[in-house]
């Protein structure tokens, strides 16, 4: 799996934007997609998560913000991020691994996941 993500950019605190994550390989439709982020002289953060049924997974930073979408159609995993606030800033990164979603791969940064994107950047400013 290829990934390339699109749609960060900088916004004011309670602004909104939406990433796309596009996703090449057959072994999209079978994988646990998802987004990490890293701000600046912080760990790597498991932000969102979707398996391969439309289970979703949140990071309580982000529940009732951001939301997590996949469509295997087109390809893409998306990530609409509303209300954000400049705790929000950092480089986010869409990921994929193969088969069902697993907590534990999802925990430790990601150290284990297979697929990551170059990342986007995210800027929230006060």
């Known amino acids: 799996v290829q990934l390339v993500e699109s749609g960060g950019g900088s916004v004011q605190a309670g602004g909104s934007l939406r990433l796309s994550c596009a996703a090449s390989?057959?072994?999209?439709?079978?994988?646990?997609m998802g987004w990490f982020r890293q701000a600046p002289g912080k760990e790597r953060e498991a932000v969102a998560r979707?398996?391969?049924?439309?289970?979703?997974f949140y990071a309580n930073s982000v529940q009732g913000r951001f939301t997590i979408s996949k469509d295997n159609a087109i390809r893409i995993l998306a990530l609409q991020m509303e209300n954000l606030k400049p705790e929000d800033t950092a480089m986010y990164y869409c990921?994929?691994?193969?088969?069902?979603?697993?907590?534990?791969?999802?925990?430790?940064?990601?150290?284990?996941?297979?697929?990551w994107g170059q990342g986007t950047q995210v800027t929230v400013s006060s």
């Open positions: 979707i398996d391969s049924d439309g289970t979703t």
């Open positions: 990921v994929a691994d193969p088969g069902e979603c697993d907590s534990a791969s999802w925990s430790n940064q990601g150290a284990n996941l297979e697929h």
């Open positions: 390989g057959h072994q999209y439709v079978r994988a646990c």
